[in-house]
């Protein structure tokens, strides 16, 4: 049974920065993504960043954080990190963390999805 457990999640001003982390359980797929999605009251869920790995290693980001969010991943712990830098209002929404059972062509496509975690909340004021 996969289980996705996020955590890091807060308050901070604009400018500043939080870590998410999201522990994997009983995740043991050799060729899929482990990512980041985020939902915003009233706004569908979309895409933030995604770790592909099996074969070629690769990140995937939104426009909308590229150069401030990083994706990183510990497989030896079975986690999977999201760095966010230089946070904006606009960041604010729960945040999740998903997998993946293969590779999909929509890497950040959250119907590509199979399996979420519960959220962790992040608020960035201004």
């Known amino acids: 049974q996969v289980q996705l457990l996020e955590s890091g999640g807060g308050s901070v001003q604009a400018g500043g920065s939080l870590r998410l982390s999201c522990a994997a359980s009983?995740?043991?797929?050799?060729?899929?993504?482990l990512g980041w999605f985020r939902q915003a009251p009233g706004k569908e869920r979309e895409g933030v960043a995604t770790f592909c790995f099996g074969g070629v290693e690769s990140q995937y980001y939104a426009d909308s954080v590229k150069g401030r969010f990083t994706i990183s991943r510990d497989s030896a712990k079975n986690m999977v990190y999201l760095q966010m830098n230089s946070l904006k209002p606009e960041d604010t929404a729960m945040y999740y963390c998903?997998?993946?059972?293969?590779?999909?062509?929509?890497?950040?496509?959250?119907?590509?999805?199979?399996?979420w975690g519960q959220g962790t909340k992040v608020t960035v004021s201004s």
């Open positions: 998903a997998a993946t059972s293969f590779r999909p062509a929509n890497k950040l496509q959250s119907e590509e999805y199979d399996y």
């Open positions: 009983g995740y043991t797929y050799s060729r899929n993504c």
